[in-house]
């Protein structure tokens, strides 16, 4: 017990930030101290609009931004990613406030960091990057149209209608717009999204979202728009008074939104610090840290009236593009977005739903990478495929089923696709030291097989029938020195082949079977019948020799006379098996 102590202790220690982070934010804090206000412009509205998206107000995702981002920035594993409320995990959280309220989404954030926590100590963020790029491809498609459709609402001007499938919401939306339109509510949503849009082409380095903001707050405003509604009051602070958790009896029925929550929160943060990797030069993050910060985030995030939150890919993109070097300019961001909190909230308490409408609109429409779709649609049918099921099932269904799709998919076509690269080929009999009319007469008896590729369950059957449909011959040489990989669905395969061939008066010889296969082929007995009267052979020569000795035992050949020249082998990868 006192072992396992202080493995987890020093597994802790480990994860736990050290001097050098300390050292890396004191080298340029100018330059990081510019990116993480930049970044905080850039999430203001993006924090606004994605706390009124999952249900739980504005209010939501600036303490998310806030808590979540400053913890995230200080025990994160990446220098560089910015944490916050994201389009990804608003999906996930509006059935969870639909079935539960705000106080299942705040349970369902602690029950999820704790989850985070764990897998950082398991280790198990190195497993992540084995999420085919198809399947990330059309999870990012899926979520952008999701976002786009939970915007309609606001957009249009109408009160959200009930539901939890993002499909049906909108079309009630729309229905209830047909019935009495709100067109100021459009022009602002579609005012903003098209300056943010535009002016992204025109100055990438902008912060348009911002600007466009107020621009439609200032409007409506003067104007005195009263059909475009604004957020409403905010809290002068980060603690939420009505603050208050599930009972202790639900949180069973609360544990499979937990999981999908902590799989979207690793799979997001991982993903969106690679990609802050990729857009630098001498970056790597620890995926291990990086999962226990943001599980400490999300643990924090929910005591404070947060959302769950996870890595912001939009917002680390900014952040990168703008300089920063060092965890500071993330820290900053969250300070900055505190300050905001705590001294302009009437200001922004103004802002018109509809213009963060027009914001998540812009966002979600960025989100998709049309030059990327096209290369992985046109790469294979199989990438194809599998983007297009897993799009579909993040709008139809939700993102961690449409994530098990994907992966289920893909495994399925990675299996048959190795699979069909296994092969059982004839090959000619090596000549050996034996005269012409010699090897014809081996010939007429003797049939080789070389397996080439993996002999595993997705395969293996194949193999079971082609082997029993050999034709009239004494002997089967089976040349095994390819096989790269065998499981114990083709160890029983060989095994039954063996058997058949057997029964119908057919010996089977083996040549080059490799030591790390030997253990697979004797659990199930396969060994045993190959070993019949020394029919297993460590070279392809050896296994003819012992073909030809059975032959003449038999009769069926005459005695071949002994030769003294040397053996001279056609196939020079004969020796091997």
Same mark, same amino acid.
């Given at each position: 017990m006192t072992s396992v102590f202080i493995r987890v202790r020093?597994?802790?220690?480990?994860?736990?930030?050290?001097?050098?982070?300390?050292?890396?934010?004191?080298?340029?804090?100018?330059?990081?101290l510019l990116a993480g206000l930049t970044v905080a412009i850039v999430a203001l509205p993006l924090a606004l609009g994605f706390g009124v998206s999952s249900g739980l107000g504005a209010e939501a995702g600036l303490a998310t931004a806030v808590v979540a981002g400053a913890l995230a920035a200080v025990f994160g594993g990446s220098n560089l990613?910015?944490?916050?409320?994201?389009?990804?995990?608003?999906?996930?959280?509006?059935?969870?406030?639909?079935?539960?309220?705000?106080?299942?989404?705040?349970?369902?954030g602690l029950m999820a960091g704790v989850m985070l926590v764990v897998l950082?100590?398991?280790?198990?963020?190195?497993?992540?990057?084995?999420?085919?790029?198809?399947?990330?491809?059309?999870?990012?498609?899926?979520?952008?149209?999701?976002?786009?459709?939970?915007?309609?609402?606001?957009?249009?001007?109408?009160?959200?209608?009930?539901?939890?499938?993002?499909?049906?919401?909108?079309?009630?939306?729309?229905e209830e717009f047909a019935g009495s339109p709100?067109?100021?509510?459009?022009?602002?949503?579609?005012?903003?999204?098209?300056?943010?849009?535009?002016?992204?082409r025109l100055r990438p380095t902008v912060p348009f979202s911002i600007l466009a903001v107020i621009g439609a707050t200032v409007v409506a405003q003067v104007a005195g728009l009263g059909a475009a509604k604004p957020i409403g009051d905010l809290p002068?602070?980060?603690?939420?008074?009505?603050?208050?958790?599930?009972?202790?009896?639900?949180? +069973?029925? *609360? !544990? @499979?939104? =937990? /999981?999908?929550?902590?799989?979207?929160?690793? &799979?997001?943060?991982?993903?969106? $610090?690679?990609v802050a990797d990729g857009m630098t030069v001498g970056q790597k993050h620890d995926p291990d840290r990086e999962l226990f910060g943001q599980g400490l985030a999300n643990i924090a995030a929910p005591l404070f009236g947060g959302v769950p939150a996870t890595g912001a890919i939009a917002r680390t993109a900014v952040n990168v593009r703008t300089g920063a070097s060092s965890r500071l300019a993330a820290l900053t961001h969250a300070g900055v977005l505190a300050v905001i909190v705590f001294a302009a909230a009437p200001l922004?308490?103004?802002?018109?739903?509809?213009?963060?409408? +027009?914001? *998540? !609109? @812009?966002? =979600? /429409?960025?989100?998709?990478?049309?030059?990327? &779709?096209?290369?992985?649609?046109? $790469?294979?049918?199989?990438?194809?495929?599998?983007?297009?099921?897993?799009?579909?099932?993040?709008?139809?269904?939700?993102?961690?089923?449409?994530?098990?799709?994907?992966?289920?998919?893909?495994?399925?076509?990675?299996?048959?696709?190795?699979?069909?690269?296994?092969?059982?080929?004839?090959?000619?009999?090596?000549?050996?030291?034996?005269?012409?009319?010699?090897?014809?007469?081996?010939?007429?008896?003797?049939?080789?097989?070389?397996?080439?590729?993996?002999?595993?369950?997705?395969?293996?059957?194949?193999?079971?029938?082609? !082997?029993?449909?050999?034709?009239?011959?004494?002997?089967?040489?089976?040349?095994?020195?390819?096989?790269?990989?065998?499981?114990?669905?083709?160890?029983?395969?060989?095994?039954?082949?063996?058997?058949?061939?057997?029964?119908?008066?057919?010996?089977?010889?083996?040549?080059?079977?490799r030591a790390g296969q030997r253990q697979v082929l004797d659990s199930v007995g396969a060994l045993e019948l190959l070993r019949l009267e020394g029919r297993e052979y460590a070279t392809t020569p050896e296994a003819i020799k012992g073909a030809r000795f059975y032959l003449e035992s038999a009769g069926v050949v005459p005695p071949f006379p002994a030769r003294t020249s040397r053996s001279v082998i056609e196939d020079p990868e004969a020796t091997a098996g």
């Open positions: 020093g597994r802790i220690a480990a994860l736990l930030p050290g001097r050098a982070d300390l050292t890396e934010m004191g080298r340029d804090p100018r330059r990081d990613q910015v944490s916050g409320p994201t389009g990804a995990m608003t999906v996930v959280l509006v059935p969870i406030v639909a079935a539960y309220g705000p106080s299942g989404v705040l349970t369902v950082a100590l398991l280790k198990a963020g190195k497993y992540m990057q084995y999420i085919p790029a198809p399947v990330v491809e059309g999870f990012t498609l899926g979520i952008a149209c999701v976002i786009g459709l939970q915007q309609i609402p606001n957009a249009l001007g109408v009160p959200k209608p009930e539901g939890d499938r993002v499909l049906v919401v909108t079309w009630r939306a729309v709100n067109w100021t509510a459009v022009g602002l949503a579609v005012a903003v999204a098209v300056v943010m849009l535009v002016g992204a002068a602070g980060l603690a939420a008074p009505s603050l208050s958790f599930l009972d202790p009896g639900a949180l +069973g029925s *609360l !544990l @499979a939104p =937990a /999981v999908a929550v902590a799989a979207l929160a690793a &799979l997001e943060s991982l993903l969106s $610090a690679s922004v308490s103004k802002i018109p739903l509809a213009a963060l409408a +027009g914001v *998540l !609109l @812009a966002t =979600a /429409v960025r989100m998709v990478e049309v030059g990327s &779709l096209r290369a992985m649609a046109r $790469a294979t049918r199989s990438d194809a495929l599998i983007l297009a099921l897993t799009a579909v099932a993040t709008l139809a269904l939700d993102l961690v089923y449409a994530v098990i799709i994907g992966l289920v998919v893909a495994g399925a076509l990675a299996l048959r696709a190795v699979a069909k690269q296994a092969r059982l080929d004839q090959v000619p009999l090596d000549r050996g030291d034996h005269s012409a009319e010699e090897h014809a007469l081996l010939a007429e008896h003797i049939v080789a097989y070389r397996i080439d590729g993996p002999l595993f369950f997705a395969g293996a059957h194949r193999f079971l029938l082609e !082997l029993t449909e050999v034709a009239d011959v004494r002997v089967v040489i089976l040349r095994m020195s390819r096989v790269t990989t065998i499981d114990a669905t083709g160890a029983l395969v060989l095994k039954d082949a063996v058997a058949k061939l057997h029964r119908r008066g057919v010996v089977v010889m083996t040549s080059g079977i």
